[in-house]
């Protein structure tokens, strides 16, 4: 299997064997994680503003604002959702793409610090990242933000929540959001899709991984039938009236195939849908390599696809 790997992305590879994931392990693989972090060097033209929301528990939430030191424009808004398999992950992990978002795409970044299971089980993250998305379009006066160029996005269970809050945002008719990016999103619970099954061990996430993730952010829920939609977006039998969505995922990735269920079934559903398929890509590779040919283009298309995000609802407005 390692010989189908892109060349670019086979350093670093053999770092991330595979993690014993149990609740009891979980506290020495976070810090682990937290100590391989490199400290962020903030873009002298941007601001980084920490700030905490009452969550929907009553629970503090904190989150991160980012934005240009110069603009004084109303601006789009893009909610940014952390991943970790529901389990791992912090809100500092993705700062200097936040701030690369910010900059390039000319937007407000705001990124969640939602509580992470077994802890707090589903739908503590999922409600956590709403009670976000709902204070965003509740300030978006005091903001600076347009209310009607709301987007959301993440990468891995990130993206899975990504998924899940666009579903539970139409439902609840509230906000509106013109466009989604789950990138390589953990959205199918029931873990025996033919890439699962292909990618068993290593990989930096797999089968296994993926299961000990699912049983925690699951808890008594899993392995049941009735798993809501907001919880495991590929269980949702309605995919219409979403946003504008991008999404990708690498050919070696354990969610390739959900991914691309994903795609077609929102096509399908009268959806606007781009997609990229990255062949020799594993599950977070941009992140392992960031410096490889193929990971700058695809955190390229990340930039690109949020500025499309937000221009393309002015094209449709003009």
Sequence with gaps: MKNRVNPELVQGLD?????????????????????????????????????????????????????????????????WIHGGGYILGSIDDN?????????????????????????????????????????????AESLNIDPNRIGVAGASAGGGLTAALTLLARDRQYPSLCFQMPLYPMIDDQNNSPSTNEIKEGFVWNQKTNEAGWKMYLGELYGKNNIPAYAAPARAEDYSHLPYTYTCVGQLDPFRDETLSYVTRLAQAGVDVEFHLYPGAYHGFEGINPDADLSIRATNEYIQAVKNGFERLEKVKS
């Design 95 to 139: 700062d200097d793409l936040c701030m690369r978002f910010a900059k390039e795409a000319n937007c407000v970044v705001v990124s969640v610090e939602y509580r992470l299971a077994p802890e707090h089980p589903y739908p503590a993250p999922i409600e956590d990242c709403y009670a976000a998305l709902k204070w965003i379009a509740d300030h």
């Design 15 to 79: 770092m991330f064997q595979d993690l014993d994931i149990r609740p009891e392990n979980l506290p020495t693989i976070r810090e682990g994680a937290a100590q391989m972090r490199q400290p962020t060097v903030v873009d002298e033209s941007l601001s980084l503003t920490d700030e905490i929301i009452v969550g929907p528990d009553s629970n503090p939430l904190p989150l991160r604002i980012y934005r240009q030191n110069s603009s004084t424009e109303t601006l789009p808004v893009l909610l």
